[in-house]
């Protein structure tokens, strides 16, 4: 029985480097969410945008293209060069950042003060307009991410472990590298929240609007910034999906995976997104493993809504969100 | 019109020495609809004074507090600081200006720290770009170091140090007007202005509030507009009083000058004294 059990490890590991990803998106919905009470739904979107967008650069493509050659009935694709990844992940932030300014100044400015569900809608709306403008503006077919990220198996710990234990752990080098990155990225950005003046005043606009104008913070200042940090989140979670399975629309739909993560963790910690998504990525993968057998299989699916279910039921706000009080 | 310049201040009844002009309120007036709020009023805060806005319920005074800190636009009217005419700004740009204020029902962050609190109240001093606070070193760095001196002297002298690192939510109601209090000193603002600074407050809370409030202006030489309620309140501790009614000016001067008025009797006093 050895073997089952470390292969029950294995699925153990895989789930923690599945719930890495998870962990990302929902950490772009934290940002947004916690410094403007916006539930940001083109979260996903916008990784799969700065994917495409980065992918575009890097192969030098020619944004718009398709419209560009049914219009003017040329024949344009590529510019004929290739940019290095670095440069191309800069200049894709860039984009980014743009696209922050643009979301606020062309849609939030004008909705300051409504309900949350129609912020929600508004992001709704944004998510399919963003899917559309990737569309025509890099094509819908899947493309192939190389940034440079390490891949394939992990020699080395597949040699130590079948060494030490007689059974190789297949741990993929982009799952560690991944891991990596994320850790790196949310101790900045904890970092960066609590210990500068921006990240001060961010947490300040969280929590409320006329006190922070009252010190000197520019809402919108905040908001582009926010929108922008979350723009970079999803840079990171678009690079390390490309990487893994392809630059593709489905990435939207990872947006989805993110809300039973939400829904562990609480829409307002930046910690609970992280272990909410790893609570996720190793439930379902364990669920899968040890129970869907027994009930057909196929229970990835629906195992993370299930358990996001019943953590609402007994603990509302999350199991790391700020305690609901509410005064009679 | 006040002619302001070569004004240079003059010394009250009780020997108090009042700067020059540093605010003016020319003929403001604002209306929410066809409800007029303010009409027509005109007055001026001078440095180093405790001026004092007071009047009945809906009276105006806070939204003529608003006026002042760009939270309301008025429809006429002009706004004049340090000698200038300000042109229409967000109330972030009258704050960066040096115009810090308090709220009548606390505007506090909640989920921050008192030490955060007040920290936030830096950030017009605070001068180093995003990017070098994202990679925070340096010019940063220093710069937070020394403006969290500046901060703990104003949670010294106000008598907060043993709440600098509790989340400010837990605090009750006293304390959090006292870290409001010590978040608008910490921007070292021009005119301070206090939304009801009393109000809810029990008599040994309020006692040591006016304590505050005049030590620190004696201590900094803090400029304060304050608006209040409470009448023997305003009268102990401010240097001149505007009393409005129904969104209009009914006078203006000393406490004592005030007092003896007979429009600001009938419509203040004489109902608060029935």
Avoid: C
């Avoid at chain 2, 109240?121 to 606070?133: F, K, N």
């Avoid at chain 2, 000016?249 to 005030?258: A, C, F, H, Q, T």
Wanted: glycine content about 10%.
């Amino acid at each position: 029985m050895p073997d089952q059990f470390f292969w029950g490890m294995e699925v153990f590991a895989n789930g923690l480097m599945t719930g890495v990803l998870y962990s990302l998106v929902a950490l772009g919905f934290v940002l947004i969410f916690k410094a403007s009470g916006i539930f940001n739904f083109s979260q996903g979107v916008m990784a799969l945008f700065a994917a495409l967008t980065l992918v575009g650069i890097m192969e030098g493509r020619v944004p718009f293209a398709h419209l560009i050659n049914a219009t003017f009935g040329t024949n344009v694709h590529t510019f004929g060069w290739t940019v290095p990844a670095f440069a191309a992940i800069l200049l894709t932030m860039v984009v980014m950042v743009a696209l922050a300014w643009a979301v606020n100044q062309f849609i939030f400015r004008h909705l300051v003060g409504q309900a949350p569900i129609i912020l929600f809608m508004a992001t709704i709306g944004l998510a399919y307009f963003l899917e559309g403008v990737g569309d025509i503006m890099w094509g819908s077919d899947i493309k192939d991410l190389d940034v440079g990220l390490p891949q394939g198996i992990n020699e080395t710990i597949d040699e130590a472990t079948f060494n030490l234990l007689g059974y190789g752990f297949f741990i993929d080098n982009l799952d560690i590298a991944a891991t990596l990155v994320a850790v790196l990225l949310v101790i900045a950005l904890v970092l960066f929240a609590q210990y500068t003046k921006y990240g001060r005043a961010m947490r300040a606009v969280a929590d409320d609007h006329q006190a922070a104008l009252s010190v000197g913070i520019s809402l919108k200042f905040i908001w582009i910034m926010v929108w922008s940090l979350a723009g970079f989140v999803a840079l990171v979670a678009g690079i390390i999906w490309g990487t893994k399975s392809g630059v593709q629309f489905s990435l939207s739909l990872i947006a989805l995976k993110a809300l039973p993560v939400l829904m562990l963790g609480g829409f307002t910690s930046i910690p609970g997104a992280i272990v909410g998504g790893l609570i996720i990525g190793v439930g379902e993968k364990m669920f899968e493993f040890l129970i869907g057998p027994m009930v057909g299989g196929a229970t990835e699916n629906w195992f993370a809504y299930v358990l996001a279910l019943i953590v609402l039921v007994f603990r509302p706000q999350g199991l790391f969100g700020e305690k609901i009080i509410e005064r009679v | 019109m006040l002619d302001t310049k070569g004004d240079e201040g003059f010394v009250t009844e009780d020997g108090r020495r009042i700067g020059g002009v540093v605010m003016e309120m020319r003929n403001i007036t604002l209306r929410f609809g066809g409800v007029v709020a303010i009409q027509d009023i005109s007055f001026d805060i001078r440095e180093g004074e405790i001026r004092a806005i007071i009047g009945p319920n809906g009276a105006g005074k806070s939204s003529m507090l608003n006026v002042i800190s760009g939270f309301y636009k008025p429809q006429e009217g002009e706004v004049w600081y340090k000698g200038e005419k300000r042109p229409p700004m967000k109330p972030y740009q009258v704050a960066r200006q040096g115009i810090a204020r308090t709220f009548q029902n606390i505007a506090l962050f909640d989920g921050m720290t008192v030490l955060d609190n007040v920290m936030t109240g830096r950030i017009r001093h605070m001068t180093s770009q995003l990017l070098s606070q994202a990679i925070w070193k340096g010019k940063a760095e220093r710069e937070e170091v020394e403006n969290r001196a500046k901060v703990e002297r104003i949670i010294d002298f106000l008598e907060i140090q043993h709440i600098r690192k509790t989340p400010v939510g837990r605090l009750p109601y006293g304390l959090k007007k006292r870290v409001e209090l010590a978040r608008a000193l910490a921007a070292e603002p021009s005119i301070l202005l206090l939304d009801e600074p009393m109000a809810g407050m029990n008599v040994e809370e309020k006692e040591d509030m006016s304590r505050f409030i005049l030590d620190l202006n004696d201590e900094f030489g803090t400029t304060i507009a304050l608006i209040e309620h409470d009448m023997g309140v305003v009268m102990d501790l401010s240097d001149r009083v505007v009393v409005m009614d129904y969104g209009k000016k009914i006078g203006d001067g000393s406490p004592s000058e005030v007092r003896q008025n007979q429009a600001v009797i009938d419509a203040y006093l004489g109902v608060a004294h029935d």
